[in-house]
């Protein structure tokens, strides 16, 4: 994988995971009514839900590339239109409060599990994600050694912010996080990468 691509796919999944949802509720909320260290168990869920979805994008974009690179393509295209819809949804929903999802699960581990499984980024938006930054001219394994601990290193961070934006400031944190123009920022973000990498060509290896 090229710095290029690997810079531009680390910038993407910067926006991917710092946008406001489900998980950054449950973070925040965790961090106010726990504390930093004792909400750290949620992090680790949503982590643990992230390398599985990565896998299953990886298993998936594979599978695409095995089969043609027609159907890559396409499947390209498809990915690019939903980053473009959750962009739009953004912007749409920007104006509404998120709530934390009313899941039974015993622990903050699996309440946080089950929340990130249910989140609307779910494989749909990992797979999405990767078949934009993936080279069909490069193997796979070679691309998932850069991939997959940016994406697991950039989510860990950003959920880690979260929980320490709870633990710190409190219910200050959610009007900062959840402003009406950061979350619409967020979503033109969304939509841009969405339109520029569904019309780009793969980038090549060097």
């Given at each position: 994988?090229?710095?290029?691509?690997?810079?531009?796919?680390?910038?993407?999944?910067?926006?991917?995971?710092?946008?406001?949802?489900?998980?950054?509720?449950?973070?925040?909320?965790?961090?106010?009514?726990?504390g930093?260290?004792?909400?750290?168990?949620?992090?680790?869920?949503?982590l643990?839900?992230?390398s599985?979805?990565?896998?299953?994008?990886?298993?998936?974009?594979?599978?695409l590339?095995?089969?043609?690179?027609?159907?890559?393509?396409?499947a390209?295209?498809?990915?690019?239109?939903?980053?473009?819809y959750?962009?739009?949804?953004?912007?749409?929903?920007?104006?509404r409060?998120?709530?934390?999802?009313?899941?039974?699960?015993g622990?903050?581990?699996?309440?946080a599990?089950?929340?990130?499984?249910?989140n609307?980024?779910?494989?749909a938006?990992y797979?999405?994600?990767f078949?934009?930054f993936?080279?069909?001219?490069?193997?796979?394994?070679?691309?998932m050694?850069?991939?997959?601990?940016?994406?697991?290193?950039?989510?860990?961070?950003?959920y880690l912010?979260y929980?320490?934006?709870?633990?710190g400031?409190?219910?200050?944190?959610?009007g900062a996080?959840f402003?009406?123009?950061?979350?619409?920022?967020m979503a033109?973000?969304?939509?841009v990468?969405?339109?520029?990498?569904?019309?780009?060509?793969p980038v090549?290896s060097?």
């Amino acid at each position: 994988m090229t710095f290029e691509a690997w810079s531009i796919f680390a910038l993407f999944w910067v926006v991917f995971v710092t946008t406001p949802g489900p998980n950054a509720v449950n973070c925040i909320s965790n961090g106010m009514t726990r504390g930093f260290v004792r909400s750290l168990p949620a992090v680790a869920a949503i982590l643990t839900q992230a390398s599985l979805f990565l896998a299953l994008s990886a298993f998936g974009v594979t599978a695409l590339l095995a089969a043609s690179e027609t159907a890559f393509s396409v499947a390209k295209l498809i990915g690019a239109g939903f980053l473009i819809y959750l962009g739009v949804r953004g912007w749409i929903t920007a104006t509404r409060p998120v709530v934390e999802k009313d899941v039974q699960a015993g622990s903050i581990y699996w309440r946080a599990l089950a929340i990130a499984v249910i989140n609307p980024k779910s494989v749909a938006g990992y797979l999405a994600a990767f078949s934009q930054f993936v080279q069909p001219n490069v193997p796979i394994d070679a691309q998932m050694w850069a991939i997959v601990p940016t994406a697991l290193t950039l989510t860990a961070c950003s959920y880690l912010t979260y929980t320490a934006l709870g633990a710190g400031l409190g219910r200050a944190a959610m009007g900062a996080v959840f402003n009406v123009w950061f979350r619409r920022v967020m979503a033109v973000c969304f939509i841009v990468y969405g339109v520029l990498l569904g019309t780009s060509q793969p980038v090549r290896s060097a």
